[in-house]
């Protein structure tokens, strides 16, 4: 009776086993197969579930930012984390917004990128702001009103014309 209890005992080890192995080596395949714009092999799976999702396109690794802050490039960006309730919920919201407004949002994923929570002083997500010269001038924190969204993009990316400076 006891050999019987060790053997389901180790069926179910070896199967709880190769079911972790089959779900990482799956996960890590969805990171290499689809378009990565990570520049990482290993993603978390939150991240994973967003590559093909279009609210999540135009993203940007801390080494572009970085590069394109020392240029002087102005810019607006949105930090997020694909596992912040509130991202999930003012995503779906603020993207539409940026794209029918022309503004070139860059996204910047801080679940992927933690350094990126102390190098652009981020307290909270979501987290939207604006560089200009390379240098922030404003931002927002955590989900606010659709309005507010348009005021700031109106204020700081959009000109008179309706066009993006």
């Not at 069926?11 to 290499?32: D, G, M, P, R």
């Not at 997020?80 to 991202?87: K, N």
């Not at 009103?145 to 400076?165: H, S």
Request: charged fraction near 30%; proline fraction near 6%; hydrophobic fraction near 35%.
């Amino acid at each position: 009776m006891q050999k019987k209890i060790l053997i389901i005992l180790g069926v179910i080890i070896v199967l709880v086993a190769a079911l972790y192995f089959a779900t990482n080596y799956k996960s890590e395949q969805a990171a290499v197969d689809k378009d990565n714009p990570y520049g990482k092999d290993n993603l978390d799976q939150a991240t994973i579930d967003q590559l093909d999702n279009p609210n999540y396109q135009n993203q940007m690794v801390p080494k572009e930012l970085d590069e394109k802050l020392s240029d002087g490039d102005d810019m607006v960006v949105y930090f997020y984390d694909p596992t912040c309730p509130h991202c999930q919920k003012l995503t779906p919201r603020l993207v539409p917004i940026a794209q029918d407004m022309g503004v070139d949002m860059k996204k910047l994923n801080l679940l992927e990128f933690r350094d990126g929570w102390d190098t652009y002083d981020i307290d909270s997500t979501p987290t939207l702001v604006y560089y200009e010269d390379g240098e922030e001038v404003d931002r927002i924190n955590g989900p606010q009103p659709d309005d507010m969204y348009r005021q700031f993009f109106k204020e700081y990316v959009v000109n008179d014309t309706g066009e993006t400076d």
